[in-house]
């Protein structure tokens, strides 16, 4: 990782933040996962998700097509036809990604661990717990 110390780490910090707040939530990982693999329309990849309401997956879709990582294809086809895949950009993430999978099943445990031993500390001074970032994660 390479902090810069020029007046442009401020503006890249926050465009980073941004861009991690789009890829790193719950839906949006599994939707560039699943579309890593193949094209695939609406309800094939909403079973293949499992538990996102169309709603979401939708909102999911128009997000990561806003951010210019999925495109959206329909073709004039009775009933209409609609594609998702992954464009050029959104390609250029599954590298990223694989890495922030890998560390956090090979950290996860620790994680956990950590969490559970800074509770046990904090709890006996009344403070408030952080919130909880992923599901996975312990209480």
């Given at each position: 990782?390479?902090?810069?110390?020029?007046?442009?780490?401020?503006?890249?910090?926050?465009?980073?933040?941004?861009?991690?707040?789009?890829?790193?939530?719950?839906?949006?990982?599994?939707?560039?996962?699943h579309l890593t693999?193949?094209?695939?329309?609406?309800?094939?990849?909403?079973?293949?998700?499992?538990?996102?309401?169309?709603?979401?997956?939708?909102?999911?879709?128009?997000?990561?097509?806003?951010?210019?990582?999925?495109?959206?294809t329909v073709y004039?086809?009775?009933?209409?036809?609609?594609?998702?895949?992954?464009?050029?950009?959104?390609?250029?993430?599954?590298?990223?990604?694989?890495?922030?999978?890998?560390?956090?099943?090979?950290?996860?445990?620790?994680?956990?661990?950590?969490?559970?031993?800074?509770?046990?500390?904090?709890?006996?001074?009344?403070?408030?717990?952080?919130?909880?970032?992923?599901?996975?994660?312990?209480n």
């Amino acid at each position: 990782m390479a902090f810069r110390a020029d007046g442009d780490q401020v503006q890249i910090c926050g465009a980073m933040g941004d861009i991690l707040n789009r890829i790193g939530d719950k839906w949006s990982v599994m939707v560039v996962g699943h579309l890593t693999r193949k094209t695939m329309r609406f309800n094939e990849l909403r079973h293949a998700i499992g538990g996102i309401s169309q709603r979401m997956l939708t909102l999911t879709l128009r997000n990561l097509e806003r951010d210019g990582l999925v495109t959206r294809t329909v073709y004039p086809e009775i009933p209409p036809r609609v594609e998702y895949q992954l464009t050029e950009l959104g390609r250029t993430l599954t590298g990223p990604l694989d890495n922030l999978w890998n560390w956090a099943a090979e950290h996860m445990g620790s994680v956990s661990e950590a969490r559970a031993n800074y509770d046990r500390v904090h709890e006996a001074a009344s403070e408030p717990k952080p919130e909880r970032r992923y599901a996975g994660a312990a209480n």
